[in-house]
């Protein structure tokens, strides 16, 4: 069997990304985790981070994740958060533009976000 | 022009008016409810995933957590209402009102306090004007809701529950909002968000004929189950607010329809009238026209002689 996961990478408000992968990395609140296909069940809480999916037909896809759930069962993946980009969709300019923002008005939620997109942004 | 005809004549175009404008609405609001209802759609997936990861970590682990567990003898409980803003959509608001309502006296015969939290202008009105307390609202985005509202709306009242009682906090949390069943149904209808009933949760994932892996828990199930479940209460508020709107929309596109059809038919009896009254003044016309023709050819036959 060719081995490979289902992830659903899901934000509150719409459907992200799904699709075939072998491989996923992910921020959880106790370091980063990497999980193939076949992981034992696992349920964890994410960190704000960049996500790496590396889908089955070799691709890469990089997503900013805010926060949110990593749920593993079954070779199925399902990645909640309350929002999440794909990495294409970040607008550099605008999430540098929000960091500086952020920066100079002290809103360190802001300014995490915004970080978080970059950093997304740079692995891309 | 008769003064009777003149009255009808104006009649019938205060309410062609009025015709147009409720069918700009009703074409409005049918357009908005497709919007809602994708948004409801979009919203599923989130909303799925997460209470297969609450039940997950309720039924995989012993933890006991205070949003789970239920109190011996609740004494207080927080009513979220959800309404709308803006008029003019029927029973829509008062038809939750009312389920609010009878919700709350069913917590009072179980001698439960209950705190309120409103959504929507409606809503408010109709407490303000009772003179009646209500702990916190919002308004100003119930026809188009974001998960940051749902966000602000769930903060309070996670905070709400996790105080203790005796300092203010509640034991329960129950929402009152508008199912949208179709286009053509929407129900008021209240539900406990708080404390999670698990059976209920279980049952249905077992109907499914699902069993749930022994998961393994990052950090700890105690601290997944702490981030979870205030998630899982904002998606629970964002998809009740969600619901609401698509059924706003469409209790305001049926409410809309009926008005314009009502004016349909008022337009057609005062047209009838107003051609009545102007049969009658032609005929009254042409009776004077004759009656005087008449009496002039009888004064000139008498002349004659």
Excluded: C
Aim: glycine share 6%; proline share 3%.
């Amino acid at each position: 069997m060719a081995a490979e996961l289902h992830v659903e990478l899901v934000a509150a408000d719409r459907s992200v990304w799904s699709g075939e992968a072998t491989l996923v990395v992910a921020r959880t609140t106790s370091g980063d985790i990497g999980v193939m296909p076949g992981h034992q069940p696992l349920l964890g809480v994410l960190e704000s981070g960049p996500v790496t999916i590396r889908t089955s037909e070799g691709g890469t896809v990089i997503a900013a994740v805010h926060g949110g759930f990593i749920s593993f069962a079954d070779d199925k993946l399902s990645l909640l958060a309350e929002i999440a980009e794909l990495a294409d969709e970040i607008d550099v300019e605008r999430a540098e533009r929000a960091l500086e923002l952020a920066k100079s008005d002290a809103d360190a939620a802001a300014q995490r976000r915004a970080d978080v997109r970059l950093r997304a942004v740079a692995v891309r | 022009m008769g003064a009777q005809l003149r009255v009808y004549k104006r009649r019938i175009q205060a309410v062609t008016a009025t015709k147009k404008i409720t069918k700009a609405m009703e074409m409005i609001a049918a357009s908005r409810i497709v919007k809602a209802q994708r948004k409801v759609a979009a919203s599923k997936p989130y909303a799925t995933e997460l209470t297969r990861a609450v039940t997950a970590v309720a039924t995989g682990s012993n933890a006991k957590h205070p949003l789970t567990t239920e109190v011996e003898t609740p004494t207080r409980a927080a009513v979220l209402l959800v309404t709308s803003d803006r008029g003019l959509a029927g029973g829509y608001s008062s038809n939750a009102i009312k389920a609010a309502e009878r919700l709350r006296e069913r917590l009072a015969s179980e001698g439960k306090e209950v705190d309120t939290y409103i959504v929507g202008r409606k809503g408010v009105a109709y407490y303000g004007f009772r003179e009646r307390k209500v702990e916190d609202s919002w308004t100003g985005f119930t026809d188009n809701p974001a998960y940051s509202d749902a966000k602000s709306i769930a903060a309070p009242l996670i905070e709400a529950i996790q105080k203790e009682t005796a300092e203010g906090g509640v034991d329960e949390l129950h929402i009152v909002f508008t199912e949208f069943v179709s286009m053509m149904t929407q129900n008021a209808v209240d539900d406990r968000m708080l404390p999670l009933s698990l059976d209920d949760v279980a049952e249905e994932s077992t109907r499914k004929g699902e069993i749930l892996p022994l998961f393994d828990f990052e950090p700890s199930a105690e601290d997944v189950l702490d981030a979870l479940l205030p998630r899982y209460v904002e998606s629970r508020i964002y998809n009740a607010l969600l619901q609401a709107a698509a059924s706003e929309h469409a209790a305001r596109r049926r409410a809309m329809k009926s008005a314009t059809d009502n004016a349909g038919d008022l337009i057609k009896s005062l047209s009838r009238l107003a051609n009545a009254a102007r049969q009658a003044e032609i005929t009254q016309e042409i009776s004077e026209i004759v009656g005087g023709a008449s009496a002039l050819a009888d004064a000139t036959a008498g002349s004659d002689k």
